[in-house]
C-alpha cells in the first residue's frame, strides 16, 4: 500500500517510516526540503520524497492520487499563541483539500490528551485540528498521547536535564500534575496497526503507559534508575512564565516550547478510556522500562531523532539554502589557515565530532561563557548539545549552531548562528589539499 507521510522529518515521522517500509508499505514523504530528508539506502526504493509546504497549497497540487492512506504528524511551535493556532488550522485545511482528490481511505493523526475541561492554548489547538480532519469525509483515526518516552523527545530530555543537573530543585506546583507516560516504541505501534484497520475508523483513543504519576514522582524514579538522589520541593509562587524561564536556564529547551509545555502540563494527561485495547491488545513497556531502553540507544549511539533536530521554535526556514550564500561586503570576516602535516581525513573526523561533549577544542571556558550569555539574552546557548557524536546532516541542531552542510568528502562544514548576534554569523570549517607534490595539507576556519 501507498501511504503519505506528513511530518516525515519530525521526531515521530524519522521513526515511523522505516516501520512502515518494514510492513511492506510505499511511502510518500511529504517534506519541506527534499535535503533534510537522510533515507539509508536500503529503504530508497520503497520511498517517493514529494516536496511541499501545507502552508502553501500550491505546492500540493501534484499529490499521487494513487494513496491509501495518510499520516497527518505536523504540529506547529510558532513563537506567538495567535501564529501557531492559525498555522496548524491552515496547515489542517489544505492537507485536507489536497487529500481529498486521491484515493485515500484514512488519516491518522497523533495529538495529546485533551480531557480537562480548561485546555492550554497548544491542547486547545490539537483539538481544532482533530475537528478539521474528522470534518473531511475521509475515515479518520485519533491517537492522543501524553508524555512520549524516548531518546530524544522533548520531554524525556527536559525530565533528563532537570535529574541529571538539580541535585535540589524548587518545582512549580504542576509537578503534581498527572500524566500517563507511554514509550515511543508503544506510540509506534499504535500507529502502525491502526493503519487501514477499519475497526478504527472515524474513531478516538488516548494511548498511554500502564501508570499513572505525577511529574514529581516521574522526575525522582528516573533519579532512582540513573542512581542518583534528588529532592523535590514544590512552591506556589512559580508562575508560568517563571516556569518557563526556570526550564530555559535548566534544560535544552527554548522559551517558545517551554512557554508551550508548562501550559500544557497545568492540564492532566490521563487517559480517560482504554478502548484501543479491546481492538489492538498490547501490553505497553512500564516506565522504568521506557527510560531504560531510552538510554540502551543512547550509549549505542543509535537515537534516530531529536526534537532538538526538528527546528522546532527556530526563527530559520526549513529551507536552510537561503543561507548558504555568506555575505562578502559589509561584515567582518576571520579566515585562519592551519597548516596540517597529518592524514587529512583524520581532521575530517575532529571537524565532524566538534561541539557537544566533545567541545571545541580550545577555550572551551570561553565557548561555555558565551553560550551563558546567549540565555541570558533568551538563546538557546550551548545546552542542545548534538544528537549523534559521530555523524551530521544538513539541519541538525549542534551548540547554538544550525548545520547548514556537511559534505565529508569535501572536507566542509558550514554552520550558521542561532545564538544572539547582533545580524547574521558563520562558522565555516574547510580541509584543502594545497600542494599535492610536498603533501601539505590545510585546514580552513571562517567566521
Not at 505546492?59 to 511551535?77: E, K
Not at 531518546?151 to 536535564?161: K, L, M, P, T
Not at 541535585?167 to 504542576?174: D, N, S
Request: glycine residues 6%; hydrophobic residues 40%.
Amino acid at each position: 500500500m501507498k501511504v503519505l507521510l506528513t511530518g516525515a522529518n519530525g521526531y515521530i515521522g524519522k521513526r515511523l517510516l522505516p516501520q512502515l517500509i518494514r510492513q511492506g508499505h510505499t511511502v510518500v514523504a511529504l517534506v519541506r526540503s527534499r535535503s533534510r530528508l537522510k533515507i539509508p539506502e536500503k529503504f530508497q526504493p520503497h520511498v517517493e520524497v514529494y516536496e511541499g509546504d501545507l502552508l502553501k497549497p500550491e505546492t500540493l497540487q501534484n499529490l499521487p492520487r494513487d494513496l491509501d492512506a495518510a499520516y497527518y504528524l505536523v504540529h506547529s511551535m510558532a513563537r506567538k499563541q495567535h501564529d501557531f493556532t492559525e498555522q496548524e488550522r491552515h496547515s489542517a485545511e489544505n492537507f485536507v483539500a489536497a487529500l481529498k482528490p486521491t484515493n485515500a481511505r484514512q488519516i491518522v493523526y497523533l495529538g495529546g490528551i485533551a480531557n480537562a475541561e480548561e485546555l492550554s492554548p497548544h491542547l486547545q489547538s490539537r483539538r481544532n485540528v482533530e475537528r478539521i480532519l474528522q470534518g473531511s469525509g475521509i475515515p479518520t483515526t485519533i491517537l492522543r498521547a501524553g508524555i512520549i518516552l524516548g531518546a530524544g523527545s522533548a520531554s524525556f530530555e527536559i525530565i533528563r536535564d532537570l535529574v541529571e543537573k538539580l541535585p535540589i530543585m524548587v518545582a512549580p506546583r504542576w509537578v503534581a500534575t498527572l500524566s500517563q507516560p507511554i514509550a515511543i516504541v508503544d506510540v509506534l505501534y499504535y500507529l502502525t496497526h491502526v493503519l487501514l484497520n477499519e475497526k478504527c475508523y472515524d474513531q478516538t483513543f488516548d494511548i498511554g503507559g500502564p501508570e499513572k504519576m505525577s511529574y514529581k514522582e516521574m522526575m525522582l524514579r528516573f533519579a532512582k534508575l540513573r542512581g542518583l538522589k534528588r529532592h523535590i520541593i514544590e512552591v506556589p509562587v512559580l508562575t508560568p512564565k517563571l516556569s518557563s524561564y526556570w526550564l530555559i536556564f535548566v534544560t535544552s529547551t527554548n522559551f517558545y516550547l517551554a512557554q508551550a509545555l508548562v501550559e500544557s502540563l497545568k492540564c492532566e494527561a490521563v487517559c480517560s478510556e482504554s478502548r484501543i485495547q479491546e481492538i489492538l491488545p498490547h501490553k505497553c513497556l512500564s516506565f522504568d522500562e521506557a527510560v531504560k531502553l531510552a538510554f540502551d540507544k543512547i550509549e549505542q549511539n543509535k537515537v534516530l531523532s531529536s526534537w532538538k533536530d526538528t527546528m522546532t521554535g527556530s526563527a530559520l526556514s526549513p529551507d536552510l539554502s537561503p543561507y548558504f550564500e555568506i555575505p562578502k561586503h559589509g561584515c567582518l570576516t576571520d579566515i585562519e589557515r592551519v597548516p596540517i602535516a597529518g592524514n587529512p581525513d583524520e581532521v575530517v573526523d575532529r571537524i565532524w565530532k566538534i561541539g557537544g561533549k566533545t567541545g571545541w577544542y580550545f577555550m572551551d571556558w570561553a565557548w561555555e561563557i558565551r553560550g551563558l550569555i546567549d540565555i541570558l539574552f533568551g538563546g538557546v546557548g550551548l545546552r542542545r548539545g548534538r544528537t549523534d557524536p559521530m555523524q551530521i546532516h544538513q539541519g541538525d541542531a549542534l551548540d547554538f549552531w544550525r548545520v547548514l552542510a556537511a559534505d565529508r568528502e569535501e572536507g566542509r562544514l558550514l554552520l550558521y548562528a542561532e545564538m544572539k548576534v547582533p545580524g547574521e554569523a558563520w562558522l565555516e570549517f574547510k580541509v584543502q589539499i594545497r600542494n599535492l607534490f610536498r603533501r601539505q595539507h590545510f585546514a580552513r576556519a571562517a567566521s
